[in-house]
């Protein structure tokens, strides 16, 4: 199936940023993130509720889903959000009651926002981006001389036919369960890409390459959204597996290791696995996009994207 790409985003531009989940930890981050996007030349037009707060979402639903909806069917070619925490799969049943499906553009973020991701790649054909986030890492001080930055600007500017995903600053990839393998990315959090299953926005894993990532959940949590996913033939059906960063899952007294937990449960299915991926909630990041070509080569850890990102205008 070919995926439905934006259009590669160009300076001059209109971009959204909402929150579709839960409230900005600081006003002034979030700004900065803001500030970071125009001065790369783009036209930043904040959503109206962006810091509202109601326990712990940004706001009401109806108006977290009024943002969304406008930021969709709005001028801009990009929609980012400001951070994660809970709230997407409250907006599923808004998106649902749409009547016609939005025109393509970029849709961008990382944990909750997985819901959000999935339902575009399902529903509505996308290509979808795991990656930064305006509140969190675009608005962090020194975000310019990143490394996630780095890689940001680089698929932004040069869109390559041809990406090999480099390595973390601070962590190797490693290879779990040696093989290789080609296929459509697809994953995202685990925490929330398990509940997709079961409902009309699950994808269709058969072909493909499962990526995830968690933070500060327990070994035995990860046990039981992993034994979840595999119940459900998810790992018999994908070519492959990439695990990104495992943030504060592991505690330093446990006998079992998350690299053995990991190995437990995979190993079995002979698909190539790779760990320390370049993505999640660690301190730098890559984007994944969900709906492009991956190979995976866990011999050699070596991950590539084999098509553009964007589409070009």
């Not at 981050?29 to 803001?34: A, D, I, L, S």
């Not at 109806?62 to 809970?86: M, N, P, W």
Request: charged residues 25%.
């Amino acid at each position: 199936m070919n995926r439905r790409k934006p259009a590669l985003l160009r300076r001059g531009h209109n971009v959204q940023v909402i929150s579709p989940a839960s409230t900005p930890h600081q006003y002034e981050v979030c700004e900065q993130g803001v500030r970071y996007l125009s001065e790369k030349g783009f036209n930043v037009q904040k959503g109206k509720y962006i810091y509202e707060k109601k326990d712990y979402l940004a706001g009401e639903d109806d108006r977290r889903a009024e943002d969304l909806k406008k930021a969709l069917f709005g001028s801009g070619r990009a929609v980012f959000a400001t951070r994660g925490g809970y709230g997407c799969a409250r907006l599923v049943p808004f998106l649902k009651a749409l009547s016609v499906v939005p025109p393509i553009q970029i849709l961008m973020g990382y944990s909750d926002l997985t819901t959000l991701l999935l339902y575009a790649y399902t529903c509505w054909n996308w290509v979808t981006y795991y990656g930064p986030m305006v509140g969190v890492e675009m608005g962090k001080e020194d975000f310019e001389s990143s490394f996630t930055a780095q890689c940001f600007s680089f698929l932004l500017e040069h869109n390559p036919e041809y990406y090999t995903v480099p390595d973390l600053p601070y962590l190797e990839m490693e290879c779990l369960v040696p093989g290789k393998a080609e296929g459509e990315l697809v994953g995202g959090c685990l925490s929330v890409l398990s509940p997709v299953l079961g409902t009309s926005f699950c994808p269709d894993f058969r072909g493909k390459i499962l990526f995830f990532e968690e933070v500060g959940e327990p070994l035995y949590k990860i046990d039981r959204m992993l034994m979840h996913l595999a119940n459900a033939g998810v790992f018999e059906q994908v070519e492959g597996v990439i695990i990104g960063e495992m943030i504060e899952c592991e505690r330093s007294s446990a006998k079992l290791r998350l690299k053995d937990l990991f190995y437990q449960l995979l190993a079995p299915y002979g698909k190539p696995v790779i760990i320390n991926a370049p993505f999640g909630h660690g301190r730098e990041k890559c984007i994944f996009p969900l709906g492009v070509k991956a190979y995976l080569d866990a011999d050699n850890t070596e991950i590539c994207f084999l098509e553009k990102l964007w589409k070009e205008d």
